[in-house]
T-cell receptor, first 115, second 112 residues
Framework: GAVVSQHPSRVICKSGTSVKIECRSL??????MFWYRQFPKQSLMLMAT?????????EQGVEKDKFLINHASLTLSTLTVTSAHPEDSSFYIC???????????FGPGTRLTVL | DAKTTQPTSMDCAEGRAANLPCNHSTISGNEYVYWYRQIHSQGPQYIIH???NNETNEMASLIITEDRKSSTLILPHATLRDTAVYYCIVRLYFLGNTPLVFGKGTRLSVIA
């Protein structure tokens, strides 16, 4: 099946710093990618929809100025957590919709810990 | 997308069949039933999907009732590696570029 990678797999940072997470579709093009957040023992919560070449669409309650999303190519979307705080500590997961197919593939996730 | 209801947790003995139920009584005629699972600290993994006929692949079988208001995911011979949270999702098939919306799922524990 199609492969989606995320980098880094885990990151620890100090409060107030910014962290960038990359999501790549390795063997297919993805006009649309999605970013989810998952807190311990909870389900995945959609944060935003990322479309190549246009602005991301954020879910209600997600601060677009804090969670910057860039989808500059058909295989790469990035999520930047700006001025991270301990409450931003979470498991961040991306998924990519394979163009012309009705399929979505998930990345392995990125564990962010803000100290 | 129609709402789904799943039990919070289930146990299954290793080597036995795991039967995971899902209720989706408000499903519409053109909505499919999808199953994903998430092993601890990993991204979700696609398992199977179906419209009204029963489906089987190398991972599992999906049994959908005739009225389509409920379905059952069957793992025929559960192993310890099948321990995960299983999500039943109902959505339109031809909207592949819309996000999957996850409920709380069923936490399946396979016991040796």
């Amino acid at each position: 099946g199609a492969v989606v990678s995320q980098h880094p797999s885990r990151v620890i940072c100090k409060s107030g710093t910014s962290v960038k997470i990359e999501c790549r579709s390795l063997d297919f093009q993805a006009t649309t990618m999605f970013w989810y957040r998952q807190f311990p023992k909870q389900s995945l919560m959609l944060m935003a929809t990322s479309n190549e070449g246009s602005k991301a669409t954020y879910e209600q309650g997600v601060e677009k100025d804090k969670f910057l999303i860039n989808h500059a190519s058909l295989t790469l979307s990035t999520l930047t957590v700006t001025s991270a705080h301990p409450e931003d500590s979470s498991f961040y997961i991306c998924s990519a919709a394979r163009d012309r197919y009705n399929e979505q593939f998930f990345g392995p996730g990125t564990r962010l810990t803000v100290l | 997308d129609a709402k789904t209801t799943q039990p919070t947790s289930m146990d299954c003995a290793e080597g036995r069949a795991a039967n995971l139920p899902c209720n989706h009584s408000t499903i519409s005629g053109n909505e499919y039933v999808y199953w994903y699972r998430q092993i601890h600290s990993q991204g979700p993994q696609y398992i199977i999907h179906g419209l009204k006929n029963n489906e089987t692949n190398e991972m599992a079988s999906l049994i959908i009732t005739e009225d389509r208001k409920s379905s059952t995911l069957i793992l025929p011979h559960a192993t310890l590696r099948d321990t995960a949270v299983y999500y039943c999702i109902v959505r339109l098939y031809f909207l592949g570029n819309t996000p999957l919306v996850f409920g709380k799922g069923t936490r399946l524990s396979v016991i040796a």
